[in-house]
């Protein structure tokens, strides 16, 4: 069964203007796509095609206005609250805007559990500490805030958060774009690795190419706000159909 499926997705955005006018800006049109369990879909475009909104909206940050989405066979927007954070969680692109400075590494980390499970602080410590653990973080960092973390230190906190209450699916908007690239590889090397070990599904949203390809099974070309290819990988990267994704890959280094 597929874990996420979307059908004929329409998102816009409307702003209200002067003299009480509204300004409609259609974002995404009839996106479709099914995400598998276990699997890596990576989607690409340029700016400004729709990503972090398609991410948003899968989410349940913005609403949508027409289309369907299902997630474990229920409708997104009849999913509890609670119930849906623990279906789906989001790593965002700045580790620097999305962690809370006043807060100990551990203390980030345990947010999830404190709030949507009410574990009680001791005992969340405890499960912070292990989830720093496998995403690669020393123990003994736990009581430090987040400025006083590296770039890839500070993903590897957010990411441990995101799993904290174990969610089907994660969904990474740009989680390497920030960072040098050397970190970049460390870091997707610990995305596959948590993958086979929680058994997750992600969806990868990058600009850049050569990170999907590393990571991805499927890939998903968004062209504003359509999506002009999708397939294998493999297919997309070795024979693309779309003259978009033809340009993409010729940019590309
Ligand atoms: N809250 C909003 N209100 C109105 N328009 C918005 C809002 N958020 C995004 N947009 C517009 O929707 C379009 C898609 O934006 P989105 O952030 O989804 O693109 P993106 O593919 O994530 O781009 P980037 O690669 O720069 O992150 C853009 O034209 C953007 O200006
Ligand atoms: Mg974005």
């Not at 940050?61 to 369907?68: I, K, P, T």
């Not at 410590?125 to 400025?147: D, N, T």
């Not at 958060?161 to 969610?167: I, N, S």
Request: charged share 20%; glycine share 6%.
């Amino acid at each position: 069964m597929n874990l996420l499926s979307v059908k004929n997705l329409n998102k816009s955005y409307v702003t209200k203007k002067l003299m009480g006018k509204n300004e409609e800006r259609k974002v995404l049109s009839n996106v479709q796509f099914e995400l598998g369990e276990n699997k890596i879909l990576g989607i690409v475009g340029e700016s400004g095609c729709g990503k972090s909104t398609l991410a948003k909206v899968l989410t349940r940050l913005e609403d949508f206005q027409s289309g369907e989405i299902t997630l474990c066979g229920q409708n997104l927007r009849e999913i509890p609250q609670k119930n849906l954070t623990h279906l789906v969680q989001m790593v965002f692109q700045d580790p620097y805007q999305s962690l809370n400075p006043r807060k100990m590494a551990w203390e980030i980390i345990a947010d999830p559990i404190m709030v949507v499970e009410k574990t009680p602080r001791p005992q969340a410590k405890i499960q912070a500490l292990a989830m720093m653990a496998k995403v690669g973080l020393l123990p003994e960092l736990s009581e430090r805030y987040p400025h006083q973390f590296s770039g890839g230190q500070r993903q590897r906190i957010g990411i441990a958060r995101a799993l904290m209450l174990k969610p089907k699916i994660l969904i990474l908007d740009e989680p390497v774009s920030a960072l040098d690239v050397s970190i970049q590889a460390q870091v997707l090397n610990l995305l596959l690795d948590l993958q086979k070990e929680f058994g997750l599904s992600m969806i990868f949203i990058s600009h850049d190419l050569s990170v999907v390809k590393h990571i991805s099974d499927e890939t998903l070309v968004l062209y504003f706000g359509e999506v002009v290819e999708h397939g294998p990988s493999e297919n997309v990267f070795k024979n693309p159909q779309h003259a978009y994704t033809k340009t993409l890959l010729e940019s590309a280094p």
